[in-house]
Every structure is written in C-alpha cells, then in structure tokens.
C-alpha cells in the first residue's frame, strides 16, 4: 500500500517521480516565468514607454531580434531534421527529429506570445490574416509563421496519440492532413501572388503529389504524411529567409556590414547551421537533464554536416562584403564592427576550425562546445541586424530594459519548462514507448512492495 | 483631383513656426515640453514625434562675414513610393491618388515596421499609451480632399509654403531656381529622393549643411523588396517539384535495392 501524498500540478509535471520535490533550478525557472507574467500584465496596462527603452529611433529592441529572430532562427531544427528523415530517408537520425520538432513547436509559439507582447496592438494580430498587404515582408512572415506552427502542430502530435490514445481523432487527423495542406498552402500562394495562375500551379503541383500517394505509387508514414513535411520545409525555407528580407528596405537605417541584397540567402543558410546546431545543444543537454543515453553516432553525422554549411555562409559572406565594397567598413574600428568580427569569428570560423578537427567533432563535449559557438554567433548576428547595426543620430540610444530582459528570459524558461513537461508525459525521446514505459512502472512499484 | 504637394521653399522662411502651431491647432495635438539639447538646433521639440507633426529646423551659419540662420522643414514627405505603405503588412498606411499618404488606425497592428522602413524617420510611436497609435503628418488629407489647402499652407505668412498639383509645383521650383540662380542651391530635394515625394524643398545653400538627409537612394526603398516577394510563390513551386521529385526518387532507389537483395537471396536459396 503505497501512502503517495497527493501532489501539485506543477510537482507532478516538474517534480522529482517519487517525492514530487522540485528542484532549485525548476523553482528559479518558475520564478522567472512568474515575474514575466506580472511584468506583461504592467505591460498591458502602462504601454510600452513605461516598460521598455523603445524609443522612435529604435522602434524594435531585445524583444523583436531576440525572441522573434533568433526564437525562430533557433527553432530551425524542426524543418531540417524532418526533411533529412522524412524526404531524404536518412533513418539514422529519427532518434532526434521528435525532439527537434518539440522544440521548434515551443519555439515558435513562444515567438507568437513575445510578439503578444511587443505589438503595440496586439489585440489586432489576427489582421494579417483578412488584411493582405502581399508585398509587405512582414506580412509573408506572419502568414509563414502562423501556417508553419499549425504544421509543427500536426508533426508532433502523434506523440500526443501514442501515449493517450483517442484513436478516432487520430484517424481523422491522418485523413485530412494532407488535403488541409494542400488547403492551406493554396490559401498562401493566393495570398502572396495575388494571381490566379501562380494559386492554380500550386494547387497542382500538391495535388498531384496526393494522388501519387492515395494511388500508391508514393509510400509515406502513415503519421508524417509527405505533404506535411513538404509543407514544413517551404514554410521554413520562406520566412527564415524572409525574417531576413524584413531588413532589404533599410539600406538608409542598417549598417552596410549587414544590409546586402543577399540578406534572405544570409539568413537562412544561418538558420539551417543554428538548427543543426540546436540539435546538437539540446540533445547533449536533455541527455544530461533527463538522465537519458546521448545518441553519438547521430550528433556525429550533424556534426559532419555542420562546417559545411558554415563554410557556405562564410564564403558567401566574404563575397558580398567584397563585391559590395564593405571592406572598409569592416576594417574601420567602431563598435559595429568589432561586433560584426565577433560573430564571424566566433561563430563560423571557430566552429568551423574545431569540427575540422577529429578529435573534436567525435566527441560529445567537442560537438556540444562547437554547437555553443554556432549558436551564440547566431544570437550575435541577429542581435546585429535587429539592434547593434542599425543607424541613428548620435544622441539617439537604446539598451533593453530590466523589464525587456525579464519578459524574454521568463519565455525561455517558460519553453524549457513545458519540454520538460512534455518529455515526462509524451514520448518525445525514442525509447520512451508506452507499453515499454507501463511495464517499467509495474517492475518499480512491485520491487518496492 | 491631380496628385497634390507641397513646395517648401526655405529662402522665403523666417522661422516663425506658424505652420507648427497651425498643425497642432488643426490636428488638435498637444504642446510638446520644452527639450533643451546642446547642438546645431533651436527647435522645439528636438525631433518629430507621436505629438508633433512638423517642425522647423535652425541652423547658424557663416555666410560672407554675417552669421544667418538656415531654416529647414520636417514633415512627412508624402513620398510617390511610400516604403510605409509597402512595408505594412495590413496595408494600415495607403498613398491616395490625391497626393496625401493617409493611416487607417483601425488596420494598424503596432508592429512599427513603418517606423524602421521610412528613410526620413517620419511615423512616430504613441509610447506613452497602453493603446498606440502611429502618427504623423496628413497632408490635410481632410482638408485637401475637401477642396481646401493644408492649415500649414494656409498659415505662412511669407508663402514658403505652397500647395498645388506636384508637377505644377515641380515646375514652379525649377523656375525659382532659373530665375534667381544665385539665391538657391541648385537642387530641389524630393525630386529624385527614393522614386521622388510629394514635398519637393529648396534651399539657400547644399541641403546636407541645413541637415537633410542626403545620402538616400534614387530608387524607392519598396523596390529592394519587390525581387524577394515575387520569388515568393516560385520558390512554393520549385521547392515542391524538388522535394516530391526527391522523395519519389529515394523511394524508387530504395524499392529497387530491396528487390535486389530479395532476388539475390532467391538466387541463393534455387542453388
């Protein structure tokens, strides 16, 4: 007779299995997540000026170059390991994508509740959606990110399914995906191209996909439909690089070290290396958290991949510089520039350098250290583009408020909280199959007896 | 109605800010607290903002011994091509066919993309309020459809400001500068600026020295952006060639592979 004491929502979410004791990192990360909470309420009450250092020089701060461009940036992982298992059928790395795909799914909603909270009339978000403006950037991304969340969505919830059952949903969930892709997506090209030819090819082409599929002559998983997948990479393809054309229209108000024609190619080639990156970052660290077997051989091979596509951005990078006669201003000491020499170097070339290398890239704190470098150069370069390069008078300034910082440090915790969670209750990691994880559970309580 | 402007001619300005207090008058805006700022200027307030619609520019210079001021205008340049316009994503900011580049505050998101895409740094923010709204200069967008002129316009006592057809105005500035060519600089600034505007400006000496911006591009900014969203449903079609193609491809590999080996090892076993 177990006398279990009846514990908490948080404790049996976040709790030790046994006891339901939280831990100090926990409490800290729910501490943060509570003050962000109060501090978005102030938010809505008081405005922005009172909370944030905004200011009509620099009208977008920490909240939109971090938890907007690098939250999305960082959340890469999803559409590239899905496409490398689902489209490329490089099985090796299936252990990985559920994860990669849980954490983008967190990262995009918590970039849609960051932008909550730096609209300024946030209560008209859902605008975009009746309001087209097709040639407006910004427009392109809200659609990509609404429609790509909605996908992640339906990605990861055969986790859902798996341990919980409801099959009938499931069911309905299987047959109706792809044709509410091809839906949807036909929605968006009409959307952005204002044209009926361009919706009719579109709509062609998916649909003659489907039937390949619904006749046979292309097998899909019954869960992760082709469509799906196919759906997640354009989606993900287009507003990685678009988060980038956001900044075409400023070659008056970005430093000429960032702003170049390229932009949307510079960031998206940026966000497949972060998503690798990530991978790489979290499954070391959920492996260590979670007290779980760190799948090698697979961060291996992403790390095999890595300094490939790094050296791709590199070289590009150097060309456009050159061919845009930004030397100069690169070699010119400011604080712009410093920064800018510090993304590339620590960034690209020391990860590059350290994955060239096999004693690094074989091993688990040698891949882990070199994903830190990516990442951090990432967060630096969209830091630069959103914040640090942008040009203004001389006594005009910004640096984020205590509130800024404390909004988007409580949403990471927030993510990091709820993959917690998530993973305790899902089957977000391989191993973890219910029936596999229901006899485990009868072997303990029966050991204890 | 033909597309209207506005010509801004600072040789005739003295500085008296009357179009600044007929703009607040008509929009009924707020005074703005005094701002003391060490630098070129003797405006007030330093900089446009949420409250503050126009304002005259001061600048002291040496011209032949004596010290003079150089006067200069901000206002919203009611651009031909309006980045706003282009970067709003509800389309909350629309250049009419009348002249005026209006805001339709009921579309308006808060997004401030606007702000960072204006190359003369024109919309401001409502920071101070829990529900902002983007602000700046109409154009009398009211007034001007109604027949009458801007209460700037109206105001000036010198008539530096004059509003009319902008191709009249254009040509009216050009004469200007033919007829007293020793008066003005010869440039009209906002001819040529980003794809031209609907404000067109002369000046007394190099527009730079008043404090312009003057290193702004001769194409509109919308144009940067016109490539990258046009591309925008080819890249759906050719991502979706390429990824189904891909994934058919793979696929008939590996049925292929596996039949192989199933047709090696029946080999095998009729041996």
């Known amino acids: ?449 | 109605m033909a597309a209207k402007g506005i010509l801004i001619d600072n040789t005739r300005c003295i500085g008296c800010r009357g179009c600044q207090v007929s703009c607040k008058q008509w929009n009924k805006l707020p005074a703005s607290k005094p701002e003391f700022f060490s630098g070129p200027g003797y405006q007030n307030p330093r900089d446009l903002n949420a409250d503050t619609f126009t304002i005259i520019t001061y600048k002291e210079v040496e011209i032949g011994g004596r010290f003079e001021f150089l006067f200069g205008r901000l206002m919203c340049m009611h651009c031909n091509e309006p980045a706003c316009a282009s970067a709003c994503p509800v389309g909350a900011l629309e250049k009419l066919k009348e002249g005026p580049v209006t805001y339709h505050a009921s579309k308006c998101i808060g997004c401030r993309y606007c702000m960072m895409a204006c190359p003369f740094q024109v919309p401001k923010f409502e920071w101070s309020k829990a529900f902002p709204l983007i602000r700046k200069c109409t154009m009398c967008s009211d007034r001007v459809l109604a027949g009458e002129i801007p209460a700037c316009a109206k105001t000036c006592p010198t008539g530096a400001i004059a509003f009319g057809d902008r191709s009249q105005l254009l040509h009216e500035a050009e004469d200007r500068i033919r007829h007293n060519p020793s008066v003005y600089h010869h440039q009209i600034y906002g001819k040529d600026e980003v794809g031209g505007t609907g404000v067109l400006h002369l000046s007394r000496v190099s527009f730079e020295e008043v404090g312009y911006k003057t290193d702004l591009p001769a194409r509109p900014l919308s144009s940067y952006t016109r490539a990258a969203m046009s591309a925008v449903p080819g890249v759906v079609v050719g991502l979706g060639v390429v990824l189904g193609g891909t994934y058919a491809i793979i696929q008939r590999r590996m049925e292929l592979a596996g039949k192989a080996e199933s047709s090696v090892e029946k080999e095998v076993e009729s041996q």
Not at chain 1, 265 to 289: D, P, Q, R, W
Not at chain 1, 361 to 371: P, T, V
Not at chain 1, 399 to 405: A, I
Request: aromatic share 12%.
């Open chain 1, 1 to 449: 007779m177990s006398g279990k004491p009846k514990l908490g929502i948080l404790q049996q979410a976040l709790g030790d299995e046994e006891t339901g004791r939280l831990n100090a990192g926990t409490k800290i990360l729910l501490a943060l997540v509570g003050i962000a909470v109060v501090i978005a309420i102030v938010r809505y009450i008081v405005g922005l000026g009172a909370t944030t250092n905004l200011n009509d020089a620099y009208p977008w701060g920490l909240w939109i170059s971090f938890d907007v461009l690098c939250g999305v940036a960082l959340a890469a992982g999803g559409f590239t390991l899905a496409a490398t298992v689902y489209i490329f059928q490089l099985r090796k790395y299936h252990a990985v994508v559920r994860p990669a795909v849980l954490t983008a799914l967190l990262g995009y909603i918590l970039v849609v509740i960051g932008l909550l909270v730096d609209l300024g009339r946030y209560y008209k978000i859902w605008h975009p959606m009746v309001m087209w403006q097709h040639t407006s950037v910004m427009f392109e991304v809200g659609w990509c990110v609404m429609l790509y969340t909605t996908v992640l969505f339906l990605e990861f919830a055969p986790a859902f399914f798996e341990r919980y059952g409801y099959k009938n949903i499931r069911a309905l969930i299987r047959r109706y995906t792809s044709p509410f892709i091809i839906a949807i997506m036909t929605l968006f090209a009409a959307a952005m191209s204002h044209s009926v030819l361009w919706t009719a090819i579109v709509f062609a082409v998916l649909g003659f996909l489907y039937m390949l599929v619904a006749r046979g002559a292309l097998r899909e998983d019954a869960d992760t439909p082709l469509l799906l997948v196919m759906a997640g990479v354009i989606l993900s393809t287009l507003h990685q690089s678009s988060l980038g054309s956001l900044f075409l229209i400023l070659p008056h108000k970005l430093s000429a070290l960032w702003h170049t024609p390229m932009l949307p190619i510079m960031f998206f080639v940026s966000a497949v290396s972060a998503g690798l990156a990530m991978v790489i970052f979290e499954s070391t660290i959920g492996s260590k958290v979670f007290r779980r077997p760190l799948e090698l051989d697979v961060l291996k091979g992403l790390g095999k991949a890595l300094p490939y596509v790094l050296s791709v951005y590199l070289l590009l990078k150097i060309i456009d510089i050159v061919a845009r006669g930004a030397v100069d201003v690169a070699f010119t000491m400011s604080a712009q520039s410093i920064l800018f020499w510090i993304e590339i170097m620590v960034g690209i070339v020391l990860p590059i350098a350290l994955l060239l290398s096999t004693d690094v890239s074989r091993s688990a704190a040698g891949l882990f250290w070199s994903a830190l470098c990516v990442i951090v150069g990432l967060v630096l370069n969209r830091l630069n583009v959103g914040i640090i390069g942008i040009k203004v008078e001389s006594w005009q300034t910004y640096f984020p408020s205590w509130m800024e910082f404390a909004i988007s440090i409580g949403i990471v915790s927030a993510g990091l909280l709820i993959f917690t969670a998530a993973a305790r209750y899902l089957p977000v990691y391989e191993e973890d199959d219910p029936e596999i994880a229901r006899e485990r559970r009868v072997e303990l309580a029966a050991a204890k007896e």
